[in-house]
């Protein structure tokens, strides 16, 4: 079954119970989110990542098409002035059935996701800014998706736009949010509004975890420079032969704990050393394999003022930006599962979702096996 067949039309907004309202205003801070990109033997670029949340996101999976009006998020959840044509299709995962990416690529190849900022984040003042370039914060990457081709048109473009201070909806919060960029090309780049400020980051290695800053993490590599996937050579020491234990000396001391930016140099240290393999599939099954090593089972983190289990891995997503295919697979169904984005109706009247989770108000959607 294709998903093109299975996928339902979706109404922009689907409501929440009153229950999970109030969830969502003392929920935790999501701080798990990992992403890189890898090189295909020919160049291409695929990209994958992780999405960590203490609660159900009730992500979807979303087909934006050509030529759809688009009105960004005011004050109070009302539509804001900002609006605009989308001149791309694309697809990628939403939260809470509201039409907007989390997570997504065009049909040009361009691809990214947001990712928690908590501490950091810091918008501008909707009541400073012209109301025609205010974007909500959960509004920039559907808004970078839909209009532009490439990394570098995004960055011409972000001078003309403000990320403003809302509360979401749903929420009930400000989330703290920045974004990660990649093109077909293999740039990438790193968007974080600070101080009502973008800081904008060209980002030579395509990992982005979560808090601190981007400029942060790269300072932060230098304490790794010595580490290597090549074993460590034999220690001669007065006469004696030291040898290590086993394969994997040369990893000694990488990071492997769940901090952001213990995940950003174990994630640059597994994209720096695998194995390119060709573009389709079998770069995708290795982004998947980069990707399991983030995976955070329920319970794994939790506050230390609570037995409550915070947030886990609700699904990990890769694209092949070559091929124009988005693949997922989420906490309670890990086989991953694809749309061919190139395979739908690009020009079509509506927005088109479909649901990921097994629950009992949306039963799995059945993806075709990549």
């Known amino acids: 079954m294709s998903l093109g067949s299975?996928?339902?039309?979706g109404r922009f907004f689907r409501g929440l119970s009153v229950a999970l309202a109030g969830a969502l205003a003392v929920a935790p801070a999501a701080q798990a989110c990992t992403s890189f990109i890898i090189h295909t033997t020919e160049g291409g670029i695929v990209y994958g990542r992780t999405m960590e949340f203490g609660f159900r996101l009730k992500s979807e999976a979303i087909v934006i098409p050509r030529n759809l009006a688009m009105?960004?998020?005011?004050?109070?959840?009302?539509?804001?002035?900002?609006?605009?044509?989308?001149?791309?299709?694309?697809?990628?995962?939403?939260?809470?059935?509201?039409p907007v990416l989390t997570d997504g690529m065009n049909e040009k190849g361009l691809a990214g996701g947001i990712l928690y900022f908590p501490d950091y984040a810091g918008y501008a003042d909707p009541a400073k800014v012209d109301p025609k370039t205010a974007l909500a914060p959960w509004d920039v990457l559907t808004w970078a998706l839909t209009n532009f081709a490439t990394v570098a048109e995004v960055k011409a473009a972000l001078s003309g736009i403000s990320v403003v201070d809302l509360k979401e909806p749903t929420m009930g919060i400000t989330p703290p949010f920045h974004y990660t960029l990649h093109d077909a090309s293999g740039a990438s780049l790193v968007i974080e509004p600070v101080g009502g400020t973008l800081k904008v980051y060209d980002n030579p290695y395509g990992v982005m975890t979560n808090a601190p800053g981007f400029d942060w993490h790269l300072t932060n590599?230098?304490?790794?420079?010595?580490?290597?996937?090549?074993?460590?050579?034999?220690?001669?020491?007065?006469?004696?032969?030291?040898?290590?234990?086993?394969?994997?000396?040369?990893?000694?001391?990488?990071p492997g704990d769940p901090?952001?930016?213990?995940?950003?140099?174990?994630?640059?240290?597994?994209?720096?050393?695998?194995?390119?393999?060709?573009?389709?599939?079998?770069?995708?099954?290795?982004?998947?394999?980069?990707?399991?090593?983030?995976?955070?089972?329920?319970?794994?983190?939790?506050?230390?003022?609570?037995?409550?289990a915070l947030e886990y891995t609700q699904w990990t997503a890769v694209a092949d930006l070559a091929n124009k295919r988005y693949y997922v697979k989420t906490y309670d169904d890990p086989v991953l599962r694809g749309i061919d984005l190139m395979s739908f109706d690009l020009n079509a009247p509506k927005v088109v979702t479909a649901p990921l989770l097994r629950d009992q108000d949306a039963p799995a959607l059945a993806f075709p096996k990549p």
């Open 6 to 9: 299975t996928l339902r039309v």
């Open 71 to 98: 009105t960004a998020t005011g004050p109070d959840g009302k539509p804001g002035a900002m609006t605009w044509k989308t001149k791309y299709a694309a697809t990628g995962l939403n939260a809470f059935g509201i």
């Open 221 to 254: 590599l230098r304490n790794y420079v010595k580490i290597s996937p090549f074993n460590a050579e034999p220690l001669k020491l007065d006469g004696q032969t030291i040898a290590s234990f086993g394969q994997g000396s040369g990893l000694l001391g990488i």
């Open 259 to 308: 901090t952001p930016p213990s995940r950003f140099v174990r994630a640059l240290g597994y994209v720096a050393s695998v194995e390119r393999k060709p573009s389709g599939i079998q770069s995708v099954r290795l982004a998947e394999h980069i990707a399991n090593n983030f995976d955070i089972p329920v319970g794994w983190i939790r506050d230390g003022k609570s037995t409550a």
